[in-house]
């Protein structure tokens, strides 16, 4: 189905509108995850000055989370608007270490309007205690911000049309880590093919974040290898976060 906006457009003029969407998101995942991204700023220097005074790339300011939730509550960049009940922005402690990035919002969190409510949700928790984290000490994000039909896979143009949110999500948070939870997020970040069976459980980087990818939980509910694989990557993430790893 396609949204109001989008009514009326020419197709060429629509797909030369995604081509452009396309380079320009190309170029702030280079920006935010190759080249980083500043922690600090004097007070006395505007943000462009300081990057130019340590020579690293010019960035916009840094969007507040709130500011961001109300432009994501109004979105419809993609079809999925047209099926949600409510956008599910995000969760959490805004100064977060470590920055948990999930695939989309499933039927319970449409209905919530929250991350990883529900039985992957629980054992979420579950999973956070073995690395010795609770939620109000992590911020839960999703690549998309709607719910896709029947839970679908999100599809590329999709991925394309929202994550400019989660970039702002993460410019703004600023974690030093950031566990992406199955292969949408982990191939996202990471900007790979390898997907999650090779990668989990490696420390990998994306510009100044510590990526580390983990399986995600609903896949391990009923597969007991996946929940084994799942709490040892979690051990590991709580010594990585205690420095004994
Ligand atoms: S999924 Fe993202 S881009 Fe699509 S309508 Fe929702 S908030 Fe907007």
Same mark, same amino acid.
């Given at each position: 189905m396609r949204? +109001?906006?989008? *009514?009326g457009v020419p197709r060429a003029v629509h797909s030369m509108a995604y081509e452009n969407a396309a380079t320009l998101g190309e170029k702030c995942h280079r920006m935010l995850f190759e080249h980083g991204t500043p922690s600090r700023r004097s007070p006395e220097a505007s943000p462009d000055e300081e990057l130019k005074k340590e020579g690293r790339p010019m960035e916009h300011p840094h969007i507040p989370l709130e500011d961001l939730q109300v432009q994501v509550a109004a979105c419809?960049?993609? /079809?999925?608007?047209?099926?949600?009940?409510?956008?599910?922005?995000?969760?959490?402690n805004p100064n977060a270490r470590v920055l948990i990035v999930g *695939?989309? /919002?499933g039927k319970n969190e449409d209905l919530q309007g929250e991350p990883f409510v529900g039985a992957a949700g629980k054992y979420l928790n579950e999973l956070l205690a073995i690395a010795g984290l609770s939620r109000e000490d992590v911020y839960i994000a999703n690549v998309l911000k709607c719910r896709p039909p029947s839970n679908r896979d999100p599809r590329p143009e999709e991925i394309q049309a929202c994550t400019p949110f989660l970039r702002e999500q993460t410019?703004?948070?600023? /974690? +030093?880590?950031i566990v992406t939870l199955g292969n949408f997020s982990t191939k996202f970040i990471l900007k790979t093919d390898v997907g999650i069976t090779r990668l989990h459980g490696t420390l990998q980087r994306a510009g100044r974040f510590k990526v580390f990818p983990i399986f995600h939980p609903a896949a391990a509910l009923y597969d007991s290898k996946k929940r084994e694989?799942? +709490?040892n990557d979690f051990a590991t993430l709580g010594e990585l976060l205690r420095g004994e790893a």
């Open positions: 949204s +109001e906006r989008r *009514e419809r960049r993609c /079809p999925l608007c047209d099926g949600r009940t409510q956008t599910v922005f995000g969760v959490g *695939e989309a /919002p410019r703004t948070i600023n /974690p +030093e880590y694989a799942l +709490e």
